[in-house]
């Protein structure tokens, strides 16, 4: 019933930039607030990015804070996260997810930024 669609990873050389797309169904979207997970290989999955469930507020790890921007789309049902001046660090899979009501993990997009 619930299910969370990521779209929008790719390659892409450091500096560059790259916007990723969640699509929510199955659940009040506009209810809850969202976030965007990334894991490296080998590393835990950390919390990226949260926008609160208006999209009033947001909040960033110290590592992406200046460069990437979540925002929604309540009304598609959607999350997005623009990520500017890419790192090689940034790669990973990027996941979303409801941080106060988590559900199954989807496939993610992947990031990969060359140097």
């Known amino acids: 019933q619930v299910q969370l669609v990521e779209y929008g990873g790719g390659l892409v050389q450091a500096g560059g930039s790259l916007r990723l797309s969640c699509e929510a169904s199955?659940?009040?979207?506009?209810?809850?607030?969202m976030a965007w997970y990334r894991q490296a290989p080998g590393k835990q999955r950390e919390l990226v990015a949260v926008?609160?469930?208006?999209?009033?507020?947001?909040n960033y790890a110290i590592s992406v804070k200046g460069r990437f921007t979540i925002s929604r789309d309540n009304a598609n049902k959607t999350v997005y996260l623009q990520m500017n001046g890419l790192k090689p660090e940034d790669t990973g899979v990027y996941y979303c997810n409801a941080p106060n009501r988590l559900v199954s993990w989807s496939q993610g997009t992947q990031v990969t930024v060359s140097s």
């Open positions: 199955g659940f009040i979207f506009s209810a809850y607030a």
């Open positions: 926008v609160s469930s208006a999209g009033r507020s947001t």
